[in-house]
């Protein structure tokens, strides 16, 4: 079984914070996906990262792949109420055919 | 170019029926995933289906089946509800199977209600 774990499960910030997603695995992944769901919709697609020690950004954030491909972290700055949501990770592994996904962080923005 | 559609939106059925669950991937993908989340569970990966054959299969009771159409469309069925089948189901499509590289784009899902 490859399990994600993600912390922390909830975090609420007031608007211009920075905050830090982790995404934990003893599995080596081919490579690792980051979603944001927003209530009443499926995830969206952020970013892919397949490289060990990988680093991506877009815009305000921050993601980087983990040089093991075990774990991920993402970061954002001066994080904004349009953030708010639920950010889900998912280590894909080749061979298994299949996702799989964290239990996500549910990031709250205040204004 | 339209995303993913998944019909219905929403639904409530009582235990022992049974359900299925439509699935319209984007123009030009042939495999198409499904997953159900729960509050308590998370995202779980159901089973995946690429040019009408099923790939893969995630631990789920054999009342949890799935099918997928020439046309790429797919459908999945849960047979015998029970209150616990109550979730999200979600469907993701890819133009191949699931990789490396491969970008899953999610419909809204079905929300599924048990009573």
């Known amino acids: 079984t490859q399990l994600l774990e993600q912390s922390p499960q909830f975090l609420s910030i007031q608007e211009g914070e920075n905050l830090t997603v982790y995404c934990n695995s003893s599995s080596v992944f081919s490579s690792l996906q980051w979603y944001r769901q927003e209530p009443g919709e499926g995830p969206v697609l952020l970013v892919t990262v397949v490289t060990g020690g990988e680093v991506k950004k877009l815009k305000r954030l921050t993601f980087q792949f983990g040089d093991a491909r075990k774990d991920s972290s993402l970061h954002i700055t001066a994080a904004q109420p349009g953030d708010t949501g639920l950010y889900l990770c998912a280590g894909v592994h080749t061979n298994a055919g299949k996702s799989t996904f964290g239990d996500g962080t549910t990031l709250t923005v205040k204004p | 170019k339209a995303g993913v559609t998944q019909t219905p939106r929403y639904l409530i059925k009582t235990r022992g029926q049974q359900v299925t669950l439509s699935c319209s991937p984007i123009s030009g993908h042939r495999s198409v995933s499904w997953y159900q989340q729960t509050p308590g569970q998370g995202l779980q990966f159901l089973f995946e289906y690429f040019s009408e054959t099923q790939r893969n299969k995630g631990n789920f009771p054999g009342r949890f089946s799935g099918r997928q159409f020439s046309n790429s469309r797919s459908e999945m069925n849960v047979s015998t509800l029970e209150l616990g089948d109550s979730a999200l189901y979600l469907c993701?499509?890819?133009?191949?199977?699931?990789?490396?590289?491969?970008?899953?784009?999610f419909g809204s899902g079905t929300q599924l209600s048990v009573l």
């Open positions: 993701a499509s890819s133009v191949q199977p699931t990789g490396a590289n491969e970008k899953l784009f």
